[in-house]
């Protein structure tokens, strides 16, 4: 009968932590989703000048062109989360979210850079 009381106060307590939590549980999960966007947007506000310089750089586009691209990416992804946690066109948002992956993935050279896809393809394989 011990293990039969155990169990039966666990269930009771899971049940009460989930009727007192469960009108956020949502929001948390919301913000678990969008969490690497909102880290990337307010490290693009705090180094502002170094994305800008590192754009410049690699792409000889300018200091306009440049300051242009870190905008729209700092205003997509902090715009895009504050949909999302809304719950206002979180499809639309979800879809600017993705296009803000697209062109990073451009704009940083990811897609050709070896070393880069190598170390996310040997973490990946020694998660399985």
């Known amino acids: 009968m ?8 666990a269930e009771d307590f899971a ?12 929001h948390v ?4 989703l969008i969490s690497t966007f909102l880290e990337d947007g307010i490290r693009m506000w705090f180094q ?10 690699t792409w000889s586009c300018g200091y306009l062109l ?6 729209l990416n700092l205003l997509g992804q902090l715009t895009g ?9 979180v499809r639309c948002a979800c879809c600017g979210l993705f296009g803000i992956i697209a ?3 451009i704009a940083y050279s ?11 393809s040997r973490t990946s394989w020694a998660q399985l």
């Open 29 to 32: 999960a919301r913000l678990c």
């Open 2 to 9: 011990g293990q039969n009381d155990l169990m039966g106060t």
């Open 81 to 89: 989360c504050v949909l999302v946690l809304s719950r206002n066109f």
């Open 15 to 26: 049940d009460q932590f989930l009727r007192v939590t469960k009108q956020y549980l949502p």
């Open 66 to 71: 440049a300051s242009s691209f870190v905008l």
């Open 110 to 120: 990811i897609l050709w850079d070896l070393k880069f896809l190598m170390r996310f």
């Open 48 to 57: 502002w000048s170094e994305q800008r310089d590192y754009i410049d750089t």
């Open 103 to 105: 062109l990073q993935t």
